[in-house]
């Protein structure tokens, strides 16, 4: 009983100290602009034939003469990978009907250029000069600095944050104010992809003169944010 009576006062001078204890909830807010680092590029490629093993053999062929290509450019710093292969029937549509006519085989080539400014135009270029094709070149932010934008981006947030809630706490005549609670870990971040695609669908005669592809990504934006309490006393 002499507990309880003990716990009695203790419980209500508890409450009374939390009552005092008043919270400024703000969302602290930050972006940054960066230059995309590295291009992405795709091919897709396709052989017919009358047979599947003809059809096959010179899509391998194809395949292996750009990465062939790709070796021997003189560029070091890129990523080679195939997928999505498919063999099927050449299925030929007409005036409400339709025909088989051998088989096609297809597959696509990525190429992951980690170098835009050194590498993307000797990459277009071998490209060109290899096989009668199309590609798309698609413009993007690393992994690597994407990671290394993330320590700024949570400082100029939690900068943000305590700067609003100065800003509340002066418009209310608050003196002072200390973080109380964070909260990190948005699982959506931001991510603002400004500029438009380069694409490249380009079939011609490799002895023919030309000039070399131009490329000028734009800049990305990269947001993020965190939630700060800030407790004060009345």
Known sequence: MKQIIFLIPMFLLTLGLMAQNQVIEVEGKSEIRIMPDEALILLSLNE?????ADATNALNKKTKSIEDALKKSG??????????Y????NRVYGRNSSKDS?????????????SIEKDLVKITETLHQTADMGFNV?????????KESEKELIELAVADARSKAEIIANSLGIADIK?????????QKDFFPMARESKMMMAMDVAEERTEATF?????????NVTVSFSFEN
């Not at 560029?75 to 999505?84: A, C, I, L, S, T």
């Not at 498919?86 to 029937?89: D, I, K, T």
């Not at 973080?179 to 699982?187: D, E, I, L, M």
């Open 138 to 146: 698609q413009f993007s932010v690393s992994d690597r600095l994407r």
């Open 179 to 187: 973080v109380h609670r964070v909260s990190y870990g948005n699982t």
């Open 75 to 84: 560029v070091k710093d890129y990523e080679f990978f195939v997928d999505n």
């Open 86 to 89: 498919y063999v099927g029937v």
């Open 102 to 114: 051998g088989y096609v085989a297809s597959q696509t080539l990525r190429v992951r250029v980690k």
């Open 48 to 52: 017919k034939a009358m047979k599947v």
């Open 216 to 224: 000028r990504p734009e800049e990305r934006k990269l947001n993020d």
